[in-house]
């Protein structure tokens, strides 16, 4: 009986040892870095209430990454890739507030996009062009000093991080895009007249 007991302790002791505790690796997460992937339209210091502020993504499927081509749909199996996005208004000096719309506000062309806190933006695969497709406009509704960031899920202050929406069996691909015309701290600043 003391002999299982010391095998039953030796195997769990050795299950233990090989225990995977990189939740990246154990998720079947992967990342690459390609810039340009998402851009502000039309990139202006000033707006005019009424005008809609359009945030575009549209990228092949295959990807340059540090000169050699990745091909994110057959990696993933992913037909969309999401990422997220906050539009808020300066209230005051050091106050800044959330702008929420109705989802029947946005102007969605490409795509799908859900409005709360955040912008939830979906890049839809579309088959015939072999691309993922995002083009949505938020409505600019009143006049003031605002802020656009991409580092809502995340701290990045120069990126938007795409995550593929890949089957459950399937890597997921985590691509981190430069983009410009965002400050130091990560915002791209507008007025709205």
């Not at 037909?79 to 997220?84: G, K, N, P, Q, Y």
């Not at 946005?106 to 015939?128: F, P, R």
């Amino acid at each position: 009986m003391k002999k299982i007991h010391y095998i039953v302790l030796f195997l769990t002791a050795l299950l233990v040892s090989n225990c995977n505790t990189n939740d990246d690796g154990f998720y079947n997460n992967v990342f690459a870095t390609v810039p340009n992937l998402v851009t502000i339209q039309p990139h202006a210091a000033t707006y005019t209430v009424g005008e809609k502020l359009y945030i575009n993504s549209n990228f092949s499927r295959y990807l340059n990454e540090n000169g050699k081509t990745l091909d994110a749909f057959k990696t993933t199996g992913a037909t969309a890739f999401d990422f997220s996005y906050v539009i808020e208004k300066q209230i005051n000096a050091t106050t800044w507030e959330v702008v929420a719309v109705n989802d029947n506000q946005l102007d969605i062309v490409k795509g799908t996009a859900q409005n709360g806190s955040y912008v939830y933006a979906i890049c839809e695969y579309n088959t015939t062009s072999e691309t993922y497709e995002y083009r949505v406009g938020f409505p600019l509704l009143s006049a003031g000093t605002y802020r656009l960031s991409f580092g809502y899920n995340s701290d990045s202050t120069n990126s938007v991080e795409l995550r593929s929406l890949s089957p459950a069996t399937r890597l997921i691909l985590n691509i981190n895009a430069t983009i410009s015309n965002l400050d130091n701290a990560g915002f791209y600043n507008f007025t709205v007249n």
